[in-house]
């Protein structure tokens, strides 16, 4: 299975704060390649799908970038609702791995 | 509009089966897929496998293939997800998550809003 990799596991920012995530793939996986949000007790919430084209609704401030093996999911302006974990899904296979996640937290 | 309902949470005893049901609603339900994804507390989310609700083609995860059925109710538009020899391990959240099963858009754009299962004795 493809292994994915997302650093920092933690992150503290402050609103206004331009935030970037990493994903790295232990093999190319072309841009198939999801970003998801999860608050806690919530499901997961879909904000980009391959490495950059932005969900219906998800707010502009979110972007994501990258091919082949390393991505970024970026926060331009982290605004309150922003805090949460967030999880990259490769899906180049029939077998779909996710990342360990990124904690956002307030500074 | 689109959901996905989820039933409620089980507690299941060391051993036991579970069977978890996800019922579609709001488009139609053989035009995608149904994926399991499950999350133990303060873990990371696990891709179970998934189930192609138009002909029932399934993919598991290795981690699960030899414990995990898929299958579906296309009648009711509904999917299952069950589980054998249960052990703690295995307390988490199950979530359902649909997809289309084209390749190139096997990401999940609708999720259920989960399901506890406990396992106790």
Redesign the interface.
């Known amino acids: 299975d493809i292994q994915m990799t997302q650093s920092p596991s933690t992150l503290s920012a402050s609103v206004g704060d331009r935030v970037t995530i990493t994903c790295r793939a232990s093999l190319s996986i072309s841009s198939w390649l999801a970003w998801y949000q999860q608050k806690p007790g919530k499901a997961p919430k879909l904000l980009i799908y391959k490495a950059s084209i932005l969900e219906s609704g998800v707010p502009s401030r979110f972007s994501g970038s990258g091919s082949g093996t390393e991505f970024t999911l970026t926060i331009s302006s982290l605004q309150p609702d922003d805090f949460a974990t967030y999880y990259c899904q490769q899906y180049n296979s029939y077998s779909l791995t996710f990342g360990q996640g990124t904690k956002v937290e307030i500074k | 509009q689109v959901q996905l309902v989820q039933s409620g949470a089980e507690v299941k005893k060391p051993g036991a089966s579970v069977k978890v049901s996800c019922k579609a609603s709001g488009y139609t339900f053989t035009d995608y897929a149904i994926?399991w994804?499950r999350q133990a507390p303060g873990q990371?989310?696990?891709?179970m496998g998934?189930i192609n609700a138009g002909n029932g083609n399934t993919?598991y995860?290795?981690n699960f293939q030899d414990r995990v059925i898929f299958t579906r109710d296309t009648s009711a538009s509904t999917a299952y997800m069950e589980m054998s020899s249960l052990r703690s391990a295995d307390t988490a959240v199950y979530?359902c998550?649909r997809?289309s099963f084209y390749f190139?858009d096997?990401?999940?754009?609708v999720?259920?809003?989960?399901t506890t299962v406990t396992v106790s004795s």
């Open positions: 994926h994804v990371r989310l696990e891709w998934w993919k995860s290795q979530y998550a997809s190139g096997y990401y999940m754009d999720w259920g809003k989960g």
